[in-house]
């Protein structure tokens, strides 16, 4: 073969240092691209034996990546299908630069690489951003082929001439830059390989490893070992989610589950992606056990594309509230940009998000048909996702209704239209509306908890992070239902009645009691009012409107009500007229009566955590006296 030299015609500016500019931020991805071209070379030549399209010997499949720290060269070598001198023109030189003059005019004054090299077919020129020449000695499957070796600077000039390679398959060499040292590592290497190349479907080999094997026994009759120097095969080519379901048992998915997330608890179930029509994919999705702070569970779905990983930024494909799930997917129908590691809106991408939606939402209600006792128990888990999903997705909501559950003080488990038969009766207000009460701290909000029992209303736990949001969505869904806090107001005045229980107390003698209260409470802010109450009722009880409360607690979650998060908080004291101590205070001296009213209402406080700093020092102080 003789030598030929050759440049490639770009009318505008060099190629190169664009493509160093825009990818130099993800310069590690040289060696994915690399790689999977690698391992896209030899599927191939395997797929040409399988079809009778090449006769020779396939042999083992390969791709081996060598490191040569003194010559600073990093080699991705395959035995996959070679090219010959004129393949190397038409795929490397002519192909690769057929839209150069295109992609230097859209992207030279382009701030990110959003759409580069996968637009262009530039995967092979990530080699640039490292490496200041790189070498491709390869030798064709064909018969008769020749060696031919490719030399490059990342100039526009290359040469071709003889190659030295005997057997089929392509060397890549780099010669890493000076920029770029810091890939001469065997550690980096294996970390980069490790990231993007461990489920790749042909055997990577990267140096050696030592292990220990098994060397007979000891005159003790204990079992000997010796060290033993083999391949360092990086990956595992089959990973579960290229198996059907039937061939895979709840050990296998555990143990994947432990090599994608070493430090995490076992998953409570999984979801075997696999789907062909209309688009492909594959994958599992595992439900985690899910912490309080759900923002520390996102970004755990790995996408794949044909077992290459791309990125685990998947909000794209997956929904908002899928999120919270881990595990892999991996779809070659998902179009990706230049560095494959960004997502572009598509139809496909929509269709895939729907799929997942309704898989997922079929499974937990497959979980719940077949096992609720089962299905409850793992509800303070899955609760909080289930929660995300019906507030965030409508067609979520309308599957998770069925399966949804309210859980209530006693721990008893409803769904939605199970608690709506159970609470009619006795908490449906004046107006036909059935009233759900809920507290949002059982400990802090025991009292009224109490208090509500009494009258036989029954009390939900809404304490998760995402349940002031839910309550709200739930209020806006069900039909003729309002959502009041356990402590937005006395019992009695919680559920609106017809009937109400009277003051004994005259029109005179309640003013009487107004005036000491408010004389007594030094906060602004309260409003005093004098009740019928039960007389075994808290004589003090002090509330906050459900309406105000709910509007400042999602100011604080950023929700959009920020005129209410700068409002001052106001309150309502509520005097049980029918209390005994309402009538002592009245039969007592003035000195007297504003020690009781102040008494009583930072009881009330107290109970609430709300007495803090010199006023919990005065209320101490006045109890021991009182005694």
């Not at 999120?323 to 590691?341: A, E, F, K």
Request: hydrophobic share 40%.
């Amino acid at each position: 073969m003789t030598t030929e030299k050759g440049s490639i015609s770009i009318h505008t500016e060099n190629i190169f240092p664009i493509i160093k500019k825009f990818l130099y931020s993800d310069n590690e991805i040289f060696l994915r691209e690399l790689v999977s071209n690698a391992v896209d070379a030899v599927q191939k030549i395997k797929r040409l034996g399988a079809l009778g399209q090449f006769n020779g010997e396939v042999g083992e499949p390969l791709v081996e990546v060598k490191l040569d720290e003194k010559a600073k060269t990093i080699t991705i070598s395959d035995n996959g299908l070679g090219m010959t001198a004129e393949e190397i023109k038409k795929y490397i030189n002519q192909v690769a630069f057929s839209g150069a003059s295109e992609f230097v005019e859209k992207f030279k004054d382009a701030k990110d690489a959003n759409e580069i090299i996968g637009k262009f077919g530039l995967g092979f020129y990530s080699a640039f951003m490292v490496a200041d020449l790189v070498e491709i000695n390869t030798l064709s499957y064909q018969d008769g082929a020749e060696p031919a070796k490719w030399t490059c600077d990342g100039s526009t000039t290359f040469e071709i001439s003889e190659g030295s390679r005997t057997t089929r398959g392509t060397d890549i060499i780099l010669h890493i830059n000076a920029e770029s040292e810091e890939f001469l590592s065997e550690y980096k290497l294996q970390e980069i390989l490790d990231k993007y190349a461990k489920f790749l479907p042909v055997p990577i080999k990267f140096g050696t490893k030592t292990n220990s094997v098994e060397d007979g026994v000891d005159e003790e009759g204990k079992t000997k070992y010796k060290s033993e120097e083999v391949d360092n095969i990086v990956n595992t080519t089959n990973p579960i989610w290229t198996k059907a379901p039937a061939d895979l048992s709840d050990a296998d998915y555990l143990d994947f589950y432990k090599q994608l997330y070493p430090f995490s608890e076992e998953p409570l179930f999984w979801i075997h992606l696999n789907v062909d029509y209309p688009f492909n994919l594959t994958g599992v999705l595992y439900f985690p056990k899910l912490k309080e702070d759900f923002d520390m569970q996102r970004n755990k779905i790995k996408l794949f594309s044909r077992q290459v990983f791309i990125t685990d930024e998947v909000k794209d494909i997956v929904p908002e509230f899928l999120m919270l799930l881990h595990g892999v997917i991996d779809s070659p129908d998902i179009p990706l940009n230049v560095s494959r590691s960004f997502l572009q809106a598509d139809g496909n991408v929509k269709k895939i998000n729907n799929y997942i939606t309704k898989k997922v939402a079929d499974k937990l209600s497959e979980l719940f048909k077949a096992d609720r006792k089962a299905f409850e128990e793992k509800w303070s888990d899955i609760g909080l996702f289930v929660k995300y999903g019906m507030i965030s997705e409508e067609k979520f909501y309308d599957k998770g209704k069925e399966f949804a559950l309210l859980t209530n003080t006693k721990k008893e488990h409803f769904t939605l239209e199970e608690y709506k038969e159970k609470v009619s009766a006795l908490q449906t207000d004046k107006n036909g509306n059935v009233v759900y009460l809920y507290t949002t701290d059982p400990d802090k909000q025991d009292g009224f908890i109490q208090a509500a029992n009494k009258k036989d209303y029954d009390v939900l736990v809404m304490n998760s992070p995402i349940d002031g949001h839910f309550v709200s969505s739930l209020e806006q869904k069900l039909e003729k239902t309002l959502m009041k806090r356990v402590d937005a107001s006395v019992a009695n005045q919680l559920i609106e009645k017809d009937e109400q229980l009277a003051s004994v107390l005259s029109e005179e003698q309640s003013a009487t009691v107004k005036g000491i209260f408010e004389k007594a409470i030094t906060k602004p802010g309260y409003t005093v009012e004098v009740v019928g109450l039960n007389p075994d009722d808290a004589p003090v009880t002090i509330t906050m409107d459900e309406f105000m409360r709910r509007m400042k607690d999602m100011a604080k979650m950023g929700g959009g009500m920020s005129f209410y998060g700068n409002m001052p908080d106001s309150y309502k004291v509520a005097i049980n007229g029918n209390h005994k101590l309402v009538s002592k205070i009245l039969a007592a001296g003035e000195e007297e009566q504003n020690k009781f009213a102040k008494q009583a209402v930072d009881l009330a406080l107290l109970s609430q955590g709300m007495l803090t700093g010199a006023e919990l020092t005065a209320f101490v102080s006045r109890s021991v006296e009182l005694i």
